[in-house]
């Protein structure tokens, strides 16, 4: 099996991950400013599941999709971190995964992608390096071209998944995951359904103009000047800025990196979901 294939993370949740790392650099000095650091601890959900109302599983995991290998059984942090090493390679485990506590990093995470926060200390993937750019003088700039070059590392590495291995060690470890989005406050919910409504919610990102959506600093209030402004832009546009996070990092990357992350998770979709994308 190609080392450089990313069957240790199925298609969407490695893309999850290539998000929050997009993602990282674009918040971590904020919040390291607003408070302590303080030990992982997952955000609440927006509107915890009561037994009256826990839906109907709509995209129930195929067993046949985990292919002929055994189910995973031992401690599942131990499990993953074997797993990614093994058809990742330790090189680029280092380089790219936080593997501890994997699976509920893994699914607060996706779960995040489509809420307008995604807590950074709750990442399963390491900060992308340099420095987010722009371009252009003025109140007003676009995204610099060379921007997307910080991405292109991460990027190739999610394009180049094998969704079909990817979803079988999604099907196996499926009860690992489940067992950790239960406990972040969804009893009776199936993780599944929310990968899913995830993946549709980031394949709905709007196109920006073809020059790109323009950018402005964030208003800081104090009498303490900021010295890390690359890490204060937003979009002008209102509607933009209100997207949810994994939209936004779509936006932020460029168009040829959104089209391949697009493409991914439609294809991962295609393996994971009964029900066609609805439009």
Request: zero cysteines.
């Amino acid at each position: 099996m190609n080392r450089m294939s990313i069957a240790a993370v199925v298609a969407l949740l490695l893309t999850a991950l290539g998000l929050a790392g997009l993602y990282w650099m674009q918040t971590r000095s904020r919040h390291a400013t607003e408070r302590a650091p303080a030990p992982p601890v997952a955000e609440a959900p927006a509107e915890p599941a009561s037994v009256a109302s826990v839906p109907a599983i709509r995209n129930p995991i195929d067993p046949a999709l985990a292919g002929s290998a055994p189910a995973p059984s031992g401690d599942t942090q131990a499990l993953w971190k074997h797993g990614l090493v093994e058809l990742l390679g330790q090189s680029a485990v280092t380089r790219f995964v936080q593997s501890e506590d994997f699976s509920r990093r893994l699914v607060v995470t996706v779960d995040n992608l489509a809420r307008a926060h995604a807590a950074p200390r709750l990442w399963p993937v390491n900060p992308t390096p340099g420095r987010f750019s722009v371009t252009g003088n003025g109140e007003l700039r676009t995204i610099a071209p060379e921007n997307a070059g910080r991405y292109t590392p991460l990027v190739s590495l999610i394009t180049q998944v094998d969704a079909r291995q990817a979803a079988a060690l999604y099907a196996r470890m499926y009860p690992q995951l489940q067992k950790a989005y239960e406990e972040q406050g969804y009893p009776g919910r199936y993780f599944n359904d929310r990968v899913i409504e995830v993946i549709d919610h980031l394949l709905e990102t709007p196109e920006p103009a073809a020059a790109g959506p323009l950018m402005q600093l964030t208003e800081v209030k104090g009498s303490v000047p900021s010295t890390q402004p690359w890490l204060r832009y937003e979009f002008a546009d209102p509607d933009l800025q209100s997207l949810s996070s994994g939209q936004r990092i779509l936006l932020r990357v460029g168009p040829t990196h959104r089209q391949a992350l697009k493409g991914k998770l439609a294809e991962l979709r295609k393996l994971i979901a009964r029900a066609p994308v609805s439009r």
